[in-house]
Every structure is written in C-alpha cells, then in structure tokens.
C-alpha cells in the first residue's frame, strides 16, 4: 500500500520560498502521476501542477507559472514541489497525492487513489 508524507510547509515572507517534499513508502513512484493541490480555508481543493512518470509536469493555476516548479526523484522516491515567490494568496493546506499512470495527468483530485496528510502553507508578513 503506497503511503505519502508531506514535508516543507511553513510560515514564509511574500517573495520567500518553500520546497514541499512528498516522500513514498509501501511502494516505488516510477509508475505513478503525482499531483500537488492545495486548499485555502473555506474554498474547496485546487490542484496546482502535475508531474507524469516521464518527469514531464503540467500546471494547472495559472498564477503559479513560472514561480513552481514541480519535480520527482525516482530514486529517493519522492516528489517535490519548489515555490519561489511566494504571494499571499498561495496560503493554504498542500497535499501531493498519487495515481497509477502510464502518461496522463490530472487536476482534478477525484482520480488519485493516494493522498499525504498535507502540509501548511502560509504567506505572510
């Protein structure tokens, strides 16, 4: 049974950044999408980038092109997430989550079968 772990979060400066890390167990992320979302309070769970088993990734807020950067490391098992120019409005819970793939990616959190406990995320001066 694959297991995340979330770890990074925390309370940064606007224009500060963070490197969120989704560690495995149970099983290898090589044939999985990984999807990082997030959740502000009282609005529902967005997703935020995907990253295929290629390594390719998609990004799916358009106010976080060209600040995140999301990135797997097969060989540690694990995936990450680098937001750099950190904005109030990115405040919020962070959770990766996990999908056997065999290309696609998703944004939408209903077909991962995996999700970390999350991680906060807050912006603030």
């Known amino acids: 049974q694959l297991q995340l772990v979330e770890s990074g979060g925390g309370l940064v400066q606007p224009g500060g950044s963070l490197r969120l890390s989704c560690a495995a167990s149970?099983?290898?992320?090589?044939?999985?999408?990984i999807g990082w979302f997030r959740q502000a309070p009282g609005k529902e769970r967005e997703g935020v980038s995907c990253?295929?088993?290629?390594?390719?990734?998609?990004y799916y807020i358009d106010s976080v092109k060209g600040r995140f950067t999301a990135s797997r490391d097969n060989a540690k098992n694990t995936a990450f997430l680098q937001m750099n120019s950190l904005k109030p409005e990115d405040t919020g819970v962070y959770y990766c989550?996990?999908?056997?793939?065999?290309?696609?990616?998703?944004?939408?959190?209903?077909?991962?079968?995996?999700w970390g406990q999350g991680t906060q995320v807050t912006v603030s001066s």
């Open positions: 149970g099983s290898t992320l090589d044939d999985y999408a």
């Open positions: 989550a996990a999908r056997r793939s065999w290309g696609s990616c998703y944004g939408s959190p209903t077909p991962y079968n995996y």
């Open positions: 990253v295929r088993v290629s390594g390719g990734s998609t």
